[in-house]
């Protein structure tokens, strides 16, 4: 069993710029993917960025250039760094960690972060 845990959310105004953590806990291994979603209110929850163990990584259009996401595999944790906010980035966000050959199977989620973006 896996369980993630995120932090660093909070209130920013427009143009700054906030970290989350993501700590998993647990048994990850090495054919993970980690994730950040996100959901507004009315709107679905939608792929903000993931990486695999190797680095690879992928981004919503809507980021590109100005979030970032990395993981330290010794310490289970993964992180996004979010520079340039807009209100549009205002939502919850989803810490996910997913085995990349049984997604179905082995499929996480934390439980949330508040990121609000306002003047």
């Known amino acids: 069993q896996v369980q993630l845990v995120e932090s660093g959310g909070g209130l920013v105004q427009p143009g700054g710029s906030l970290r989350l953590s993501c700590a998993a806990s647990g048994s990850i291994s090495s054919t993970y993917t980690m994730g950040w979603y996100r959901q507004a209110p009315g709107k679905e929850r939608e792929l903000v960025a993931a990486?695999?163990?190797?680095?690879?990584?992928n981004y919503a259009d809507s980021v590109k250039g100005r979030f970032t996401i990395s993981r330290d595999n010794a310490k289970n944790t993964v992180y996004l760094q979010m520079n340039i906010l807009k209100p549009e980035d205002t939502a919850v966000y989803y810490c996910?960690?997913?085995?990349?050959?049984?997604?179905?199977?082995?499929?996480?989620w934390g439980q949330g972060t508040q990121v609000t973006v306002s003047s």
């Open positions: 990486i695999t163990s190797g680095g690879s990584t």
């Open positions: 996910n960690a997913r085995d990349q050959y049984r997604p179905l199977k082995y499929n996480y």
